[in-house]
């Protein structure tokens, strides 16, 4: 493990009886950074965020945590501190008794915990709620406030499992810059669970990708986004079209895709039929008919529909350059 490796998974798996959850998946967080763990549902991310936490025991494999086995150890033992999808606030304490309601487990004498409580308070801008219930807060308040608790034990590294879920659009966006600055103060790792493409691009310095209990690809946004490595990858990330050929599948941006009612010179190119178009507000989705290929849909930008517009039963070529079609393994 290198020096700016925080955290690291190796063959780690999850088995509920004959049924793998998570399937040896190994992976490294480098310290400081945000790494945003994204994937459909039962893909087995939280189950993977439930180990780090030790909320769930590994059936194989070990959890490194500055060069740490932790394995085998209690939550409370890990140096990990998570933050639930639900927040799992006590309603019948104020908030500074659940900022600091850790502490007061550990046996820590009233006036040390409540000074601590009210400084994670002063961090997320919290420090005027101190004697509130968090019946009398906003979603997003009560957001703060979980997160403040999480933080008093001072981790090692923060676990995030859907914490805007259950925020309104507006909120969630706001919000992502919120935990984005807090995980930068802190200087510590951020490991996010989430199932939802955009919050994941705007928020990670790393994203993984999970399908069927393994990772199918982990980068940077930039690198997933422009060069998936599997048809899953390029489907789930969004504007994408995958298109067959004869040495295998590739990805093509939906920008990077052109139409043409006559036979391009020098360029790759499928011709069909269109069946049928659909607006999409920014882009047109077609489906067509190709003789070789069979059925075939591609997103389009509604600027390639400008000049000539488009009908259906009509002959076309689809086209692109060249050094723009990423090949995807199958």
Request: glycine share 6%; proline share 5%; net charge negative.
């Amino acid at each position: 493990m290198t020096s700016t490796t925080a955290l690291e998974l190796i063959t780690v798996t999850k088995a509920y009886g004959e049924t793998i959850a998570v399937d040896a998946i190994d992976l490294k967080v480098n310290a400081n950074s945000y790494t945003c763990i994204l994937g459909p549902s039962g893909c087995g991310k939280s189950s993977t965020l439930r180990m780090i936490a030790g909320h769930e025991r590994v059936t194989f494999g070990d959890i490194i945590l500055n060069g740490k086995n932790i394995t085998d150890l209690a939550p409370a033992k890990r140096g990990t501190a998570m933050m639930f999808q639900n927040y799992a606030l006590f309603p019948h304490l104020s908030v500074s008794e659940n900022v600091a309601f850790s502490l007061k487990m550990k046996g820590a004498a009233k006036p040390e915990r409540t000074a601590k409580a009210r400084e994670m308070l002063d961090l997320v801008h919290m420090e005027d709620y101190a004697e509130r219930l968090p019946s009398q807060l906003s979603g997003g308040q009560q957001q703060r406030i979980a997160l403040a608790r999480a933080l008093i034990t001072n981790p090692s590294v923060l676990l995030l499992d859907e914490p805007l879920s259950a925020l309104d659009p507006f909120l969630r966006i706001r919000m992502r810059s919120e935990l984005k600055r807090f995980q930068r103060d802190l200087g510590i790792p951020f490991i996010h669970v989430t199932h939802s493409q955009d919050e994941a691009m705007a928020l990670a310095d790393v994203i993984v990708v999970m399908n069927e209990a393994r990772v199918e690809q982990a980068g940077t946004p930039r690198d997933v986004f422009n060069h998936p490595q599997t048809e899953f990858v390029a489907r789930f990330m969004g504007g994408h079209n995958i298109l067959a050929q004869p040495d295998g599948p590739i990805a093509l941006r939906s920008d990077k895709i052109a139409v043409a009612v006559d036979a391009p010179e020098g360029k790759p190119a499928i011709s069909a039929t269109i069946t049928d178009i659909e607006y999409l507000g920014t882009t047109f989705s077609l489906a067509l008919q190709s003789e070789n290929d069979g059925k075939i849909s591609a997103t389009l930008p509604d600027a390639a529909f400008l000049e000539k517009p488009l009908e259906i039963g009509q002959a076309v070529f689809l086209t692109w350059e060249a050094d723009q079609a990423h090949r995807l393994s199958h």
